[in-house]
């Protein structure tokens, strides 16, 4: 049985969610710990991931990480840095993560996180 206020992961936006918690515990906001208003923020995330994240995964490029910190700086109203000068990524086709409608691009930057880049990963 469901309950009223019960929300539904389908697999990949659970992949999503756990990656996004796992950056709320190891990241925190501006470096400092968020443990006070963890499940305040469990919710408002998965809350996001249902709105916002695609159910699934779709085409060759696996989105799950790039999507989980898109919803970790969402939830903790953080922008996205702007992408470097002069770096163009000309080696693949991909435009950014799709969204919910399944377009590419709107999502915002792909670029890194202060604490390294993301790398969207083949399944090839």
């Known amino acids: 049985m469901i309950m009223i206020n019960e929300i539904i ?3 990949y936006r659970a992949t999503v969610f756990a990656k996004a918690e796992e950056l709320l515990r190891t990241q925190g906001y501006l470096g400092q710990t968020l ?3 963890t499940y305040v923020l469990s919710k408002k995330l998965a809350q996001h ?3 916002s994240i695609p159910p699934s995964q779709s085409g060759n490029t ?3 990480t ?3 910190l898109i919803a970790y700086r969402a939830v903790l109203d953080i922008e996205a840095p ?3 000068e002069g770096i163009t990524n000309t080696s693949s086709g991909d435009q950014g993560p799709p969204d919910s409608s399944g377009q590419t691009g709107t999502q ?4 890194g996180s202060e604490g390294g ?3 969207p990963v083949s399944n090839n």
Not at 108 to 111: A, L, V, Y
């Open 49 to 51: 991931i249902v709105t």
């Open 117 to 119: 880049s993301i790398t």
């Open 62 to 64: 696996d989105w799950s």
């Open 108 to 111: 915002g930057s792909t670029g």
């Open 9 to 11: 992961l389908t697999p």
């Open 82 to 84: 702007p992408p470097a």
């Open 35 to 37: 443990f006070e208003d």
């Open 66 to 68: 790039q999507h989980a």
